[in-house]
């Protein structure tokens, strides 16, 4: 076959050298194929309870996103000036993009049950489990004050963990009412309750100590400090989460799997009521799913206030966790199923309409694209790109309308007729 | 039930305007059951030509990006600089990140057919099917000139588009390398070629007379700009093309959908070889599909040149097409199959069993969360959103033993065994 022959590059092109930002990651057909698996499952549960899906744009004006997360994550949103000098920014999460789409749409019928699955964007520093672009898979309900609302979206995080394999995780629960009245019980002053609840958040990662010192350099004075401390160990779900854990139970979570925790609180300012996270306890990496209610979100775009509550499940730890404890070793690392090989270029045709056979079978294959190569070499690529079968034909089984089927991995190959070969492949798989 | 009373906004915040940034878009659930529905066709024909998937970050450093396209669309990139002072861009397609993946990972088995579907950016002027963000799903093959990799990815166009119910399209195919060789024929000096190029490719949506102009005032001579038409008028298939030809036949292409424009140029700088572009004759909305070879783009990465060939399928222009043309008039508008509707409270645990049992038979349905509103306004939501049943009981049907089943659509409604619903239910689908 005649090649194409490319012609060379321009001798006073300097090359650029191919790198990629500091936490960002590109993804490659093996880690593809576990994260769309992931994705799926993710997908199908949400769409059990009746969630739609939406979208919305990856910039947003700058306006819309600032103001609502607290102040230390205003500074992590990526914001710039386009090219008709607008002051936008990049998606930082997906609530605060439903609240617009909310305001923005009030035909949408009501309660509104929707999922998001799309990447955002934060300049956080990056480390194990915390990249600067992720996906989050976002559940939420708006329109219901119902502590249904709730329990489903509890129910839900434990359909999806359960689905993925995980054998011991805890959604933990607690309300942000109960905290406020707590830290204004302990003497907080009203200003630095929300710089407190913050502040105690932390409590799951850093040494008690160390967070009575953050608290204390927020001029918390010492014995309110105490007292917070005091006041927590005493806690009690209030009547609306004890509805929530009631109904939890009836939608089928396992009692094992979900606890109170007063000392849970949440990172972001919009929560205004329970707060729901979990964490995985054979894996250190972190919560993997974080939400709550925010009531008045919405209320902050058209004044009026519309009750919301919802999650995100974030699937880049879930993705490292499942790595990480090799939770499904069998996903392949590519959807091609079969490789033709190609004895020579004269076998092109005969090739392609096996390839063809195999498609309307739903069989995804390849004929290999170079026909110089030898045998060899063909069916080393299949084997490094983790291909299970290899059909190879000749001048000889041209001759007697046949072909070898080879299972790669263990090497055992069979001479079959050809008009039998899709039902000798599908006994195979 | 006592619902969480939500607080009301604090006063001295001011609404912030509900909006949104011109040429991008929020899709609410109707549209997405379209757009998840063409995403699904496309990537299973992907895969069953044995294309990978792969991922790529949003953000590259801009030097990564600039000089590939040409500089019309350099102006395009949305480029700033991030918290650290990176000179950063969003991706303007999915081909120059490919590039630069190949050049970063040389372990990549090759011939490496990926496929990737992902948003892009580009600041251009927003009109009818041209948008700022819209998705990109590419098919490329990197590391084979053989011509059957560039019939391959034609022969995936006419699979994904003729799946998709398109009853006329072409295909239209060309080679950058005649028009190379039919401007310097013609006259046209070196260095403005690639402006000639880009100028002809207008043809499709320009008159004649004002492409002349154009070429003109670029400082071509009158007399060559004769020249370029008259060749054009003449020219034929190089024998690389020819190939194509035969082998797109063999691949099951029927011969009305496929055709040979000498006039077809193709905007970008990156292509080297044959060209590709499909428009539906039914729509007046431009080419949904774009591409060609571009054997030189990864060597300005790595100094080394690798043969690459592949195409963008532009879904957006696609789903335009769906709707103008109503392709799809059965698509449903929600995922909820079944509305289990509330007598009152004390029914909530009987409904929330009916709507456990249908998740576990894989039927996607919700409880009506507002426990308050009446069985109009259950209904009303259920029309609204678009369900097709509904099942109700109360006091009466809950003594039985039995569920009232609704079809919505029709008014028609039935009272069954609880123990018969998932049947009966299965029967009406």
Redesign the interface.
């Known amino acids: 076959?005649?090649?194409?022959?490319?012609?060379?590059?321009p001798k006073n092109?300097e090359?650029?050298?191919?790198?990629?930002?500091k936490g960002?990651?590109?993804?490659?057909?093996k880690q593809?194929?576990i994260?769309?698996r992931v994705l799926g499952i993710v997908k199908n549960v949400f769409?059990?309870?009746?969630?739609?899906?939406?979208?919305?744009?990856?910039?947003?004006?700058a306006?819309?996103l600032l103001g609502k997360y607290g102040k230390e994550a205003d500074?992590?949103i990526?914001r710039?000036?386009?090219?008709?000098g607008?002051d936008?920014a990049?998606r930082y999460d997906l609530t605060v993009p439903l609240a617009?789409?909310i305001?923005?749409?009030p035909d949408?019928?009501k309660?509104f049950?929707?999922y998001q699955i799309q990447?955002v964007?934060r300049?956080d520093k990056p480390q194990k489990g915390r990249y600067r672009?992720f996906t989050q898979c976002d559940v939420d309900?708006v329109?219901?004050?119902?502590?249904?609302?709730d329990a489903e979206i509890v129910a839900v995080i434990y359909d999806v963990l359960r689905e993925i394999g995980f054998k011991k995780f805890i959604i933990r629960i607690n309300s942000r009412q109960v905290l406020f009245s707590l830290m204004k019980k302990a003497g907080v002053p009203k200003e630095k309750i929300l710089d407190a609840i913050r502040i105690i958040d932390k409590l799951n990662r850093f040494p008690l100590e160390e967070v009575k010192k953050e608290l204390i350099e927020q001029n918390i004075k010492l014995e309110v400090v105490g007292k917070i401390f005091q006041l927590i160990e005493k806690a009690k779900p209030d009547?609306?989460l004890q509805?929530i854990a009631s109904?939890v139970k009836?939608?089928?979570v396992k009692e094992d799997f979900f606890k109170f925790d007063p000392i849970l609180a949440r990172g972001l300012d919009y929560y205004?009521?329970p707060i729901y996270e979990t964490a995985i306890e054979e894996a250190q990496i972190g919560s993997i799913t974080g939400g709550g209610?925010f009531?008045?979100l919405i209320?902050?775009?058209?004044?009026?206030?519309i009750?919301a509550c919802g999650t995100t499940i974030g699937i880049d730890r879930i993705v490292d966790v499942i790595e990480e404890l090799n939770l499904w070793p069998k996903v392949s690392s590519?959807?091609?199923q079969v490789l033709i090989t190609l004895f020579d270029q004269s076998f092109?045709?005969k090739a392609?309409?096996i390839s063809?056979i195999l498609?309307s079978e739903?069989i995804?294959?390849?004929?290999y694209?170079?026909?110089g190569d030898n045998l060899r070499r063909q069916l080393k690529?299949a084997d490094?790109?983790g291909i299970s079968f290899a059909i190879i034909f000749g001048p000889k089984e041209l001759q007697k309308n046949t072909v070898i089927l080879k299972i790669l991995r263990t090497r055992i190959q069979k001479e079959i007729q050809k008009s039998d070969f899709i039902k000798e492949f599908k006994n195979k798989k």
Do not use: C
């Not at 090359?15 to 930002?21: D, F, Y």
């Open positions: 076959m005649r090649d194409h022959a490319p012609s060379p590059t092109m090359n650029i050298t191919p790198k990629i930002l960002f990651r590109d993804f490659l057909p593809m194929a994260r769309q769409e059990s309870y009746g969630f739609d899906p939406i979208e919305t744009p990856a910039l947003e004006y306006e819309t500074k992590l990526y710039f000036k386009d090219q008709g607008r936008i990049l617009r789409v305001a923005q749409y949408i019928p309660p049950k929707r990447k964007w300049a672009e309900i329109g219901s004050s119902s502590p249904l609302a009547p609306f509805k109904m009836e939608l089928g205004t009521g209610r009531d008045k209320g902050m775009f058209i004044g009026k206030d009750p590519t959807v091609s092109l045709d392609m309409e063809q498609r739903n995804n294959n390849e004929v694209l170079n026909s690529y490094k790109k």
